[in-house]
């Protein structure tokens, strides 16, 4: 696609649901970011693929966060028994290759509140 | 670990005005990249200029151009002939030029643009 797509663009959930948020890179990208951003906040690493794999995910909060990319294009964020904390705009990222050189590209995010 | 501070959480500036923003860092290494993001209430994340540790000369982007003191790690930007378009959060951001590929964002800056 012409940008990165993230859905949905607003979620409200109940505390203890499962939430699953969606990333379609840039058609062509290889690298794929997660970032969580929460309100007041600048964004902060949560996990990143080199293709279908997870090349880092040292930034997952805790194993209630998981993240796949099984053909290396679309991601999907899946948050299990969520908590009023995990409240925030999660954003994903991509660039051509695997980049260290920071010009990622973002989509809007999807804004996740837990009641 | 290295950390990005951004000291001024709200700024404003008149149109066609000149306005600063300050960022510092720490970090242990040499190679990294820096950079400024724009934020608009869109929250989509947009790149505004990117800085290589390794190059002396300041990064200059149209009306937006850095101060990169390497010795003292500060980043600041300036934005010259402020426009209304410009009024949004602005981060700072460190990545290893090294293994490490994740961002390191500070915590924003909002600047507001005044007619």
């Known amino acids: 696609g012409a940008g990165v797509s993230q859905t949905p663009s607003n979620k409200v959930t109940e505390k203890g649901k499962y939430v699953e948020l969606r990333c379609d890179p840039i058609?062509?990208?290889?690298?794929l970011y997660w970032y969580r951003q929460s309100l007041g906040q600048g964004p902060e690493f949560l996990i990143y693929?080199?293709?279908?794999?997870?090349?880092?995910d040292s930034g997952l909060p805790n194993d209630r966060f998981f993240a796949v990319r099984p053909e290396g294009s679309v991601s999907t964020l899946k948050i299990q028994r969520t908590e009023r904390g995990d409240s925030a705009v999660y954003l994903c990222?991509?660039?051509?290759?695997?980049?260290?050189?920071?010009?990622?590209?973002f989509g809007e995010g999807s804004r996740l509140t837990v009641l | 670990a290295q950390t990005v501070t951004q000291s001024q959480p709200e700024m404003s500036v008149q149109e066609a005005e000149t306005v600063t923003l300050s960022c510092t860092y720490d970090?242990?290494?040499?190679?990294?990249?820096l950079f400024w993001y724009k934020q608009p209430p869109s929250r989509q994340m947009i790149l505004v200029i990117r800085q290589e540790a390794y190059k002396q000369q300041n990064a200059t982007e149209n009306r937006f151009s850095v101060n990169f003191q390497k010795a003292a790690k500060s980043f600041s930007l300036k934005i010259s002939d402020s426009q209304l378009g410009d009024t949004a959060m602005y981060f700072c951001a460190f990545v290893f030029s090294g293994s490490a590929r994740q961002l390191t964002f500070g915590s924003g800056t909002q600047l507001t643009v005044l007619p």
């Open positions: 990222a991509s660039s051509r290759t695997l980049s260290n050189t920071g010009e990622l590209f």
């Open positions: 970090t242990s290494e040499n190679n990294y990249y």
């Open positions: 693929f080199q293709g279908t794999g997870a090349a880092d």
């Open positions: 058609s062509g990208h290889t690298a």
